[in-house]
């Protein structure tokens, strides 16, 4: 992993792959750090012939925290007086900010839950610097959001215990809710993931600085319109936090826009779809590269 420096903030980064394949930026979601791209999902990825760039958001990882921000009015968020720190306008500058200080002209940009949302925000705001676009577990935003089920939305801002033992089982607790009712979970291999990121970077300050700046999003459905660059939309069909419906409202703005929707998959994406999504997400890289020859 390295360090990078994009205006007046330090990103933490790490890449895999070939640097002369095609560069394909990975953009995590809330409170998510580059580690939560799984390893494995992401060397299938540059197996099929990309470089890989994992980074993480501002407020998150080992990334500059906006601590001068003080902490997020959530309660005030959500009932419509969002004052955030920063905007999801910015985070998108910050992915863009990534390939600038790489040396990276354009990339296929993949994002994931809130990642989503930046990386919808790099192709509507900085089209000229995205290849590709895929957008997993994500949404429109704004009134065109359909809201998480309460059990999730519950899980999403229970406050956390003062010791690490009560914060990694309540950070498991809401990886559970998240999968979704009756799917697969392997609460060994989740609390492992809960532990290292747990002891990676855990901020959850962060957390609700970037939750603010969800909240305070308008939707994009009207802008993805003028999306042009080749389109997936992935998504699991039992996603209580985000449910489906929104990623078929992405997928119908966006001009001829794939829609992957998953069985069994909830907010997560589990280790039996990497192949049929990394192969999906090589396909649409591919639609790019015959429409730029």
């Known amino acids: 992993m390295a360090r990078l420096k994009t205006k007046d903030i330090e990103i933490e980064y790490d890449t895999l792959g070939d ?18 791209w799984d390893q494995g999902f992401c060397e299938q990825l540059a197996d099929r012939g990309f470089y890989v760039i994992r980074y993480d958001n501002r407020d998150a990882g080992l990334s500059t925290k906006m601590e001068s921000a003080g902490r997020a009015d959530i309660a005030g968020a959500y009932s419509g007086r969002p004052h955030p720190a920063y905007t999801l306008d910015d985070l998108a500058d910050d992915a863009v900010g990534v390939l600038d200080a790489l040396g990276v002209r354009a990339a296929h940009i993949v994002g994931a839950s809130m990642g989503g949302f930046i990386a919808q925000l790099v192709a509507i705001n900085h089209p000229d610097r995205v290849l590709s676009l895929t957008s997993i577990m994500s949404g429109p935003g704004g ?15 229970t406050a956390p215990g003062p010791t690490r033992e009560e914060r990694i089982e309540l950070g498991v607790a809401a990886r ?16 492992r993931r809960v532990e290292e990121q747990y002891d990676r970077s855990y901020y959850p300050l ?43 409202r992405v997928a119908a703005a966006v001009p ?17 779809d990497w192949p049929a999504v990394a192969d999906a997400i090589a396909e649409t890289a591919r639609q790019a590269s ?3 020859s």
């Not at 009134?143 to 801002?157: I, K, M, S």
């Not at 001829?256 to 039996?272: D, F, I, V, Y």
């Open 206 to 248: 962060g957390f609700g600085r970037q939750l603010v700046a969800i909240l305070a999003a308008g939707s994009r459905v009207t802008a993805l319109a003028g999306v042009k660059v080749p389109t997936l939309v992935v998504h699991g069909i039992d996603d209580p936090l985000v449910p489906v419906e929104n990623g078929r």
């Open 290 to 292: 015959a429409v730029r």
């Open 143 to 157: 009134e065109d959001t359909v809201p998480p089920t309460p059990e999730a939305a519950e899980a999403l801002t």
């Open 176 to 191: 559970r809710v998240f999968v979704g009712n009756g799917n697969p979970f392997d609460i060994e291999k989740e609390t």
């Open 256 to 272: 001829a826009a794939r829609l992957m929707e998953l069985e069994g998959m909830g907010h997560n994406l589990p280790e039996r």
């Open 19 to 36: 640097r002369s394949d095609p560069p394909m930026l990975m953009i995590m979601g809330l409170g998510g750090q580059l580690t939560t």
